[in-house]
Structures are given as structure tokens and as C-alpha cells.
């Protein structure tokens, strides 16, 4: 029997999945029986956590949609700051309190997303089955830099970070998931993610060293780990960052 042949094109980031020679283009894909649209998505190379919107022959389908013979097929991204509810979108909604668990390739950014007041899970020692279990059980979205994770079942929010430079991945995750108005920043702590506090400098005195005694007196501390805050010079380059990466204009 002949093979089924339909049309796949895939738009914005969804390309970065793609071989190069692949991307922007039409591509064909032959296969056999009725399989679920989702597969192919998957075969050709693209996540399905990372689809919102798949239109065949110009009509919005869900991920069980059974593929056909001859249709067309255009896949889209997460739309996380538009508003595409007249059409079938592939997950409930955005998940607007946005919280997220970081693969262990991904410490520094896990730091600046929380320095970013985000709540930000990561461990140097998670398995991947622990990262999708941690997502599902707590509503958070993966950031990785390995794109098979995505490809697991059970994930159903994640985004694969393009960039290897870990300033360049904070502007790029603020910017693709909308995230500037969500900023609170310097409210956790980069060590662990709890939520810091303010204390008197008598609570902390004899944990300082003798020139923050003498230059500092406003001091903040983790209830979760312990660790002490201080507005010392370093705020300032965090602020620059912090400024940079909301309001990069």
C-alpha cells in the first residue's frame, strides 16, 4: 500500500528544533495508518510542551487529532502573551503565577530567576524523572537545555533555552515568557529560593565580619537557610542587571 503523505510547517522559535535546511519550509512527512498528530510533531523534532496551536487544513486541532491523508499542517508556539482564545489551544491556560523547575545544566540562570523574585526550584542532583514530577505536581514550567526532556509525556509546560551564556538565557526566558510585569525582584534567596526578610543588625551582629559591622546597616536574612543579606556593592551590579534585563530599551 502506498504511504499517506501530508504537509508539515512549523513557525517561529518552533525552527530552532529543526535541521537548518529544514527551517521556514514545508516539510513532508509519509506514514502509514491514522497516527495521532502529536507523534509526528515529535518525530520531526519538536517537543509537544512546546506547541500551543496546530491548525490542519486551516483548523484547529487538539493533540489527538487523527493525521490524514494530503492535509496540511502548521504548528505554533506557546503563545504566552497573546491572545489566541477563539482558537483550540493544547494546554487549560498559561500558567500566570509562573513558577519554574531548572535542569541541573542551568544553576546560574535558576540564581537570576530568583534574584528576579521568581520562584525557582533547581538541585544539582535531580534526576529528569524528579524534574517532570516536581512540574506536574507544582504547576512549574522546565527551562532545560536538553531538549529530549521535553519530549516526555507528562510534561506539559517547559521551554528549551537556545543560549549557553547564562546572561544571555535570563533576557532570552524573561522576554519568550512574557515575564517583566511578574518581576519582584531581590525577595528570595539565590542559595535556596526561600523568601527573605528584614532583621535588626542585633539579630545578625555576631555573624558579621568587622567592616560590614562598620559600613552596613540594613540586613536581610533567609528563614529557610539562614543565609544574610546586606546592601553592599554588589546590589548595584545586580540592580544593573535586574534593570537591563526588564527594561532592556
Known sequence: MKP???????????????DPADRGKALDYRFDGDPAIKDPIETLGVPHSEVDLILVDEISVGFDH??????????????ECLDISPLQQ???KPLRVTRFVVDVNLGKLARRLRMLGFDTVYGNRLEDGE?????????RIILTRDRRLLFRKAVSHGYWVRSDDP?????EVVERLDLATQSQPLQRCLECNGLIESVSSE?????????????????????DCDKIY???????????TIRRTIDPW
Open 230 to 240: 546586606w546592601e553592599g556593592s554588589h546590589v548595584d551590579h545586580m540592580e544593573d
Open 203 to 223: 539579630q545578625v551582629w555576631s555573624r558579621l565580619q568587622p567592616l560590614t559591622r562598620r559600613y552596613y546597616r540594613k540586613f536581610y536574612r533567609c528563614p
Open 4 to 18: 499517506k503523505l501530508a504537509s508539515f510547517r512549523f513557525y517561529a522559535e518552533l525552527n530552532d528544533f529543526l
Open 167 to 171: 546572561a544571555t538565557q535570563l533576557v
Open 131 to 139: 524534574i517532570v514530577d516536581i512540574a506536574r505536581r507544582e504547576r
Open 90 to 92: 493544547l494546554r487549560a
Open 66 to 79: 487523527r493525521l490524514g491523508d494530503r492535509q496540511r499542517v502548521a504548528v505554533y508556539p506557546v503563545f
